[in-house]
Nanobody, 123 residues
Framework: QVQLVQSGGGLVQAGGSLRLSCTAR???????VGWFRQAPGKEREFVAT????????DYADSVKGRFTISRDYAKNTVYLQLNSLKPEDTAVYYC?????????????????WGQGTQVTVSS
């Protein structure tokens, strides 16, 4: 069983940066990992994903060029670097692991989920 533990997040002014971490207890070297977010009153949406070998990444258009997903195999951790943050980035962010390694954009493709972490961007 894989358990995903998230850290990072918090309150930042517009234009600022944050880094989110997602660490797997049980290991997820062979899994694709994605980040999703959910703002109040909205559905959960795709943010970014990285393939099991770390060579393929995909981003939602709304974050492309501002967010970067990466992974450190030695630490069993996937990161999401958030730069040039905007108030509309405010949401609870979730990491998720896909044991099929498909790096998809749909939340239903993911098997394990982190606990979520709040990101709040003030204007």
């Amino acid at each position: 069983q894989v358990q995903l533990v998230q850290s990072g997040g918090g309150l930042v002014q517009a234009g600022g940066s944050l880094r989110l971490s997602c660490t797997a207890r049980g290991g997820f070297t062979i899994f694709a990992v994605g980040w999703f977010r959910q703002a109040p009153g909205k559905e959960r949406e795709f943010v970014a994903t990285i393939s099991s070998n770390g060579l393929i990444t995909d981003y939602a258009d709304s974050v492309k060029g501002r967010f970067t997903i990466s992974r450190d195999y030695a630490k069993n951790t996937v990161y999401l670097q958030l730069n040039s943050l905007k108030p509309e980035d405010t949401a609870v962010y979730y990491c998720a692991a896909d044991r099929q390694g498909l790096s998809g954009r749909h939340s239903s493709e993911y098997d394990y989920w982190g606990q979520g972490t709040q990101v709040t961007v003030s204007s």
